[in-house]
T-cell receptor, first 111, second 113 residues
Framework: DQQVKQNSPSLSVQEGRISILNCDYTNSMFDYFLWYKKYPAEGPTFLIS?????DKNEDGRFTVFLNKSAKHLSLHIVPSQPGDSAVYFCAASPGNTPLVFGKGTRLSVIA | NAGVTQTPKFRVLKTGQSMTLLCAQDMNHEYMYWYRQDPGMGLRLIHY???????AKGEVPDGYNVSRLKKQNFLLGLESAAPSQTSVYFCASSLAGVATEAFFGQGTRLTVV
């Protein structure tokens, strides 16, 4: 059973607009959530994280929101740039165990 | 600072052959991981290690073995490769398993024919 779900395989957004990537999880023991970005032929790179004691974390153009009651988190990118085109993975951990990843969402930012 | 380095980057194997993928990290991280990425499947954990001399199974461990003889190295072995093991393999490391991000290598693209 998939514990971390990214239900949108792809998303297209115009340059300058907001990109919203969504992630749902089923394991209520998850207490740390991360977003990774992956370009073709490269390894995933860490983007931003949030712990379960917060509901928002912001880093420049990137903001992650966590809704624990809905078991949902989202990544907002404002404004979107062509260089943001990549696959974004949502990941979660219940503590001192390895990260569990979603299947990823491919973001295309159109100039 | 090299971070996490995987060797080789590409490999083609025949069914039944064996090989070892090497992962090296220079960040003095305790935890190391092997993931595989398949189309539409995301990143799935194969095996991981919480310290030198330790290993543990992940989500998809069958057909793979691992060893962590030195803190900086984590080896992934395929004893008898199968076409189902065609994938991109990523090694990662983290300072600790709790509330911290993992750093990934650049990946190894393996094709089993």
């Amino acid at each position: 059973d998939q514990q971390v779900k990214q239900n949108s395989p792809s998303l297209s957004v115009q340059e300058g607009r907001i990109s919203i990537l969504n992630c749902d999880y089923t394991n209520s023991m998850f207490d740390y959530f991360l977003w990774y970005k992956k370009y073709p032929a490269e390894g995933p790179t860490f983007l931003i994280s949030i712990s379960s004691i917060k509901d928002k974390n912001e880093d420049g153009r990137f903001t992650v929101f966590l809704n624990k009651s809905a078991k949902h988190l989202s990544l907002h990118i404002v404004p979107s740039q062509p260089g943001d085109s990549a696959v974004y993975f949502c990941a979660a951990s219940p503590g001192n165990t390895p990260l569990v990843f979603g299947k990823g969402t491919r973001l295309s930012v159109i100039a | 600072n090299a971070g996490v380095t995987q060797t080789p980057k590409f490999r083609v194997l025949k069914t039944g052959q064996s090989m070892t993928l090497l992962c090296a990290q220079d960040m003095n991280h305790e935890y190391m991981y092997w993931y595989r990425q398949d189309p539409g499947m995301g990143l799935r954990l194969i095996h991981y290690s919480v310290g030198e001399g330790t290993t543990a199974k992940g989500e998809v461990p069958d057909g793979y073995n691992v060893s962590r003889l030195k803190k900086q190295n984590f080896l992934l072995g395929l004893e008898s490769a199968a076409p189902s093991q065609t994938s991109v393999y990523f090694c990662a490391s983290s300072l600790a398993g709790v509330a911290t991000e993992a750093f990934f290598g650049q990946g190894t693209r393996l094709t089993v024919v």
